[in-house]
């Protein structure tokens, strides 16, 4: 297993649409998942999408530690989707903050659904399917969209709400609305 290098924002790796794994792509597979899991914990981050690593293949890992879910979350293994297919199940969006490995050192409030159901393939080639709320459903849009050329920074609607990630203590969402309503 290696560490890989990971791309930042400027790449036009992370702008490019992936290609869903085809069978005949599955010995060399194994290995990117296990460079690309190996990655995730290095960094530390909770996802990792194969363009991240110059793979343009529609691959994602991602995981939900309880060192970094809400109350509210239920705590997830590293997991593999291949070729992930994701459907807000809700019309609801909340939002939350968001960091990526490929745009280090910032953070931003990023609207997501709420609840999702997602499909796609197992590391063995096994159909997966399955519903995903909060923490989880966050993950899985914000890697889902790296297959399709799309960082979180894309989803925002204000770049105000996009800081230093050593000034997320000290940000005011009510002054950010209250400026707003100013407007
Ligand atoms: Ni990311």
């Known amino acids: 297993m290696a560490i890989l ?3 930042r924002m400027g790449h036009p790796v992370l702008r490019q649409g992936a290609q869903p794994v085809s069978e005949a792509a599955v010995p060399d ?3 990117l998942i296990g460079d690309m899991s190996d990655t995730m914990h290095d960094a ?7 363009p991240q690593v110059l793979v343009g293949l529609r691959v994602i890992v991602y995981r939900a530690p309880a ?3 809400g109350d509210d979350d239920t705590v997830v293994p590293d997991t593999v989707l291949i070729n992930p297919d994701i459907t ?4 609801h969006m909340v939002l939350g903050w968001e960091g990526c490995l490929s745009v280090p050192t910032f953070r931003g409030l990023v609207p997501r659904y709420t609840h999702i159901g997602y499909r796609g393939l197992g590391p063995d080639g096994s159909r ?16 889902a969209d790296h297959l399709d050329g799309i960082l979180y920074i894309d989803r925002m609607h204000d770049l105000r709400l996009l800081v230093h990630e050593d000034e997320v203590d000290s940000f005011r969402f009510a002054d950010y609305i209250e ?3 100013d407007d």
């Open 44 to 50: 530390p981050g909770v996802g990792l999408a194969a």
């Open 128 to 143: 997966i399917e399955g519903e995903a709320t909060g923490f989880l459903a966050r993950v899985i849009q914000h890697e």
């Open 29 to 31: 597979l194994r290995r």
């Open 5 to 7: 290098k990971i791309a």
């Open 179 to 181: 400026s707003q309503e």
């Open 88 to 91: 807000p199940l809700s019309d």
């Open 67 to 69: 060192d970094r879910i």
